[in-house]
Antibody
């Protein structure tokens, strides 16, 4: 069965960086894109960016450009999201999700990783 | 960017009621829209894709309709486990935006 398993919770200080992972299983990794979405407490989810798992091509949300890097390791069937220059506004649950064409858009999600940014 | 306006933001209803949630897009998005259910502390779960296609394993009391700029999610007969939060997500032309969410509460 399709599974996306994310890395564990992180606590970071302002100005630091965080790198999260998303381990995929149960499907051919390079066929489907991986998206990253975050959700601050009590807020709607916010799309952050995605990676074409086959080519490594990426697209990022405009307001995160320059701070976000999404990569993947095809041999490990794992996607990664690194966010730098963290502030308290980056405190959120971060999710990875699969898919970039019908009927597979955002069909499977990871369990989420809580990132807390606090001095 | 495409904006999604979801309404209502909250809704009180009873078990067995029929409810409808609406999302309006700021520009036409064909049928590039999904509906998600999110329970506290959990990832969103897809209910509907391509505006009106039911995700495998999702009960048939959930249905979606619409195209262009106006979309609806209908729950035909609310069950106790349906009282949670719902989001729409548009994915038109490599742009991805969620609605503000609708919190469904027991009356």
């Amino acid at each position: 069965q399709v599974q996306l398993v994310q890395s564990g919770a992180e606590v970071k200080k302002p100005g630091a960086s965080v790198k999260l992972s998303c381990k995929a299983s149960g499907y051919t990794f390079t066929v489907y894109a991986i998206h990253w979405v975050r959700q601050a407490p009590g807020q709607r989810p916010e799309w952050m960016g995605w990676i074409n798992s086959a080519t490594g091509n990426t697209k990022y949300a405009q307001d995160l450009q320059g701070r976000i890097t999404i990569t993947r390791d095809t041999s490990a069937t794992t996607g990664y999201m690194e966010l730098s220059s963290l502030t308290s506004e980056d405190t959120a649950v971060y999710y990875c999700a699969r898919g970039n064409w019908e009927p597979y858009y955002f069909d499977y999600w990871g369990q989420g990783t809580l990132v807390t940014v606090s001095s | 960017d495409i904006q999604m306006t979801q309404s209502p933001s909250s809704l009180s209803a009873s078990v067995g009621d029929r409810v409808t949630i609406t999302c309006r897009a700021s520009q036409g998005i064909r049928n590039d829209l999904g509906w998600y259910q999110q329970k506290p502390g959990k990832a969103p779960k897809r209910l509907i894709y391509a505006a009106s296609s039911l995700q495998s394993g999702v009960p048939s009391r959930f249905s979606g309709s619409g195209s262009g700029t106006e979309f609806t999610l209908t729950i035909s007969s609310l069950q106790p486990e349906d009282f949670t939060t719902y989001y729409c997500l548009q994915y038109h032309n490599e742009s991805y935006t969620f609605g503000q969410g609708t919190k469904l509460e027991i009356k």
